[in-house]
């Protein structure tokens, strides 16, 4: 389907050829100015205590960029307080509509609410010792106090940084350590799809890790809805939060931080086995979560002093875990930061059943929607009747976000959900970018399925012929994707190892931010992401590190060595194939898979299950000794007319082995 195929004037708030040449042209705006435009917007979008001195500093290639350095401001004044106070005076308007696993758990927090909840977390962590500048971790199930947790910490200039609910005790001792953070939020226990997670129990056994003790002072532990599980105050380490939360006084003064001061780490998988910790900053992130969070969605009518019962106003639900970047940027931050109600939901779109995603839409008259193609298309295997029950009339805009959306998924989307009458946007973006930044514009500018479109405001993309590093200026152009001037939701170092940073996305291609994805601009302009040109996998909208799975092979005493490649999957967009050789005289078994595939659920966590592993007596090599994972890729894949030459192996009958393997596990 192309994007002719859709009646222009059936979608919500189409674009036409007047609103694509006016963006066209405040878009060219923007990047010949960045610095009056970023400025402007961050005078008239947030509250500063103290005015910046200067807008942009610093180059990529020394990796020195910063934003509105010298201005004071706080996030959560920002997100909360401001609203409750005039010209706005949303106080009584709902800040967060929460759903909980089951249907009918349901909360709506007011701004105000959620200012007095905030304040109290803020002085139980100030309590307890948490200064401004430490790291606070959060091991969170998808509750409110997730949100108000990680406000607080912004509100006392604390650094969150989150770990998804989903990782092992392994991964967030990893986490903790790296940074030597010696606070821990968690829940006792979590629900999701029916079933408890125990999230203290998964907590006790990572701060019980060598490299933990002595680093955690304190686990602060909220009431979960559920038995306790294991110990507590053993070693006086707990602490009955919900408890000593209820006991503070509601009021707490927010700490002036400097628009460079962190906000928050988070977490990402990168080409080596050791995840990142990418910092964001308070002032440049929020400015840039808020922006496009407005912008993306077609949200700005909200971001002025709101009228009661305003007709257009939108029900925002982004159904993302707030684990990742898309719910610190689109649940947490840039929705409070625009004063509208966000959206927090607890289960899956599976539970009880695979309707639940348009019973909510119904039931919450939601109006934008945002949810990832993996999700999209495990929905789509069931066909239309579950949707077609509900009335989704409310919806004006879906978004996708995570991988490349297929076209078959899109239109599924677009018709199917949207009713043909929805925009649907393509966000492209990535934890470094701290926001959206390729993507269509609702009633802006015009969908294409399957390609992300067009850039941001302020953002300047280009396509570098991946050999030369020159830019390709032609309009039609396939290379990777780079972008040529500082923003401010960019992250600005990795936590501890500046020079990672600058490895990984400044050296690659000098004078450029290197995103890591591959692209295609066509004759319009309009981009098409190819995928990661490095090894980074994404499953079900999830990165993982081909590196980080292979070393969790190798710690296993019967594996010599191992090498992990993507293969095509139909619903988690990539799955993961492992080939590993085992250890002199141990034997290839069924059990040793089971054990394998145990290893890398227990050492990263259940989302990075292998889809296949492949035992062998040996790995195709060069000669000079390096894995040829090109081969490996495409023998899993099952492209064995694109195998290419193998005769440079050093035993090219590798190949015929490992393809027949691949065919007996298909
Ligand atoms: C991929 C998620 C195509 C891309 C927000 C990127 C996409 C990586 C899209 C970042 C999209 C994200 N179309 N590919 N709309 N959005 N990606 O850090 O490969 O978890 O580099 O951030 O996801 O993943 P991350």
Excluded at 473 to 485: F, N, S
Excluded at 608 to 635: E, H, N
């Amino acid at each position: 389907m192309t994007n002719t195929d859709i009646e222009p004037e059936a979608v919500y708030n189409p674009s036409t050829a007047a609103s694509l040449a006016l963006y066209k042209s405040a878009h060219s705006a923007s990047i010949k100015d960045i610095s009056s435009y970023w400025s402007e917007l961050a005078k008239s979008k947030l509250h500063w205590f103290a005015p910046f001195p200067t807008a942009v500093t610093g180059s990529f290639q020394e990796g020195s960029v910063s934003w509105f350095a010298g201005g004071k401001l706080n996030v959560c004044y920002n997100a909360v307080d401001r609203y409750c106070l005039p010209p706005f005076n949303r106080g009584n308007e709902v800040a967060i509509i929460w759903e909980g696993d089951e249907p009918d758990a349901i909360k709506r927090i007011s701004y105000h609410e959620l200012q007095l909840s905030v304040c109290r977390i803020a002085n139980a962590l100030k309590a307890s010792g948490v200064q401004k500048g430490d790291v606070v971790t959060l091991y969170m199930p998808m509750v409110p106090e997730l949100a108000m947790t990680m406000l607080a910490c912004a509100r006392i200039g604390a650094v969150h940084s989150v770990i998804f609910a989903g990782f092992s005790a392994d991964a967030i001792a990893d986490r903790i350590d790296d940074a030597k953070s010696k606070w821990v939020v968690t829940a006792s226990v979590g629900s999701r799809g029916g079933r408890n997670l125990p999230l203290k129990t998964i907590c006790d056994a990572a701060i019980k890790k060598e490299r933990c003790v002595g680093v955690v002072q304190k686990v602060f532990v909220f009431d979960g809805n559920g038995p306790n599980g294991s110990e507590w105050d053993k070693e006086d380490i707990h602490v009955r939060f919900s408890d000593l939360v209820h006991a503070q006084w509601p009021v707490c003064s927010c700490e002036w931080m400097d628009a460079e001061d962190p906000l928050f780490i988070l977490y990402t998988s990168g080409s080596t086995g050791r995840p990142k910790g990418l910092v964001h900053t308070s002032g440049g992130y929020s400015l840039y979560a808020m922006h496009t969070t407005a912008n993306s969605f077609g949200l700005s009518q909200q971001t002025g002093p709101s009228s009661p019962n305003d007709p257009h106003k939108d029900v925002y639900a982004c159904v993302a875990d707030a684990g990742w970047i898309t719910g610190h940027s689109y649940i947490v931050y840039g929705p409070l930061l625009n004063g509208i109600s966000t959206f927090m939901f607890e289960s899956t779109p599976m539970y009880p059943d695979h309707g639940r995603y348009w019973d909510m839409v119904q039931r919450h008259k939601i109006t934008v929607f945002y949810t990832a193609p993996t999700a999209i298309r495990s929905l789509m295997r069931f066909g239309d009747d579950a949707p077609n029950k509900y009335d989704l009339s409310s919806l004006k805009v879906l978004g996708t976000v995570g991988e490349p959306i297929n076209p078959a998924a899109w239109k599924w989307y677009f018709d199917v959900i949207g009713k043909g009458k929805c925009a649907v946007v393509d966000t492209y973006w990535q934890t470094e970018t701290g926001g959206h930044v390729i993507t269509n514009l609702p009633g802006v500018t015009p969908m294409k399925p399957g390609s992300c479109t067009l850039p941001c405001y302020g953002i300047e993309v280009v396509v570098l012929d991946p050999a030369s590093g020159q830019e390709i200026d032609t309009t039609a152009a396939e290379g990777v994707l780079a972008i040529k001037q500082p923003w401010p939701g960019m992250a600005r170092t990795c936590l501890g190892d500046h020079q990672r940073y600058l490895n990984v996305y400044m050296k690659p291609y000098p004078g450029y931010y290197f995103a890591g994805d591959g692209c295609r601009r066509d004759e319009d302009g309009f981009i098409w992401i190819t995928g990661r040109v490095d090894d980074v996998l994404n499953v079900s909208g999830h990165r993982i590190g081909t590196a980080e799975v292979e070393s969790a092979l190798v710690a296993h005493p019967a594996v010599a060595q191992a090498a992990v490649v993507g293969i095509p999957h139909e619903i988690k967009g990539q799955g993961i194939c492992c080939f590993t050789t085992l250890t002199e005289g141990v034997p290839e078994s069924e059990d040793l898979i089971k054990e394998l595939r145990n290893q890398v659920r227990t050492s990263i966590g259940p989302f990075a299950t292998p889809d296949m592993i492949v035992l062998t007596a040996a790995l195709p090599m060069t000669r000079s000794g390096k894995i040829m994972r090109r081969i490996l890729r495409k023998v899993a894949a099952g492209e064995l007319d694109t195998l290419g030459d193998t005769t440079t192996l050093s035993d090219p009958s590798v190949v015929d082995i490992l393809i027949s393997k691949v065919e007996n596990l298909r």
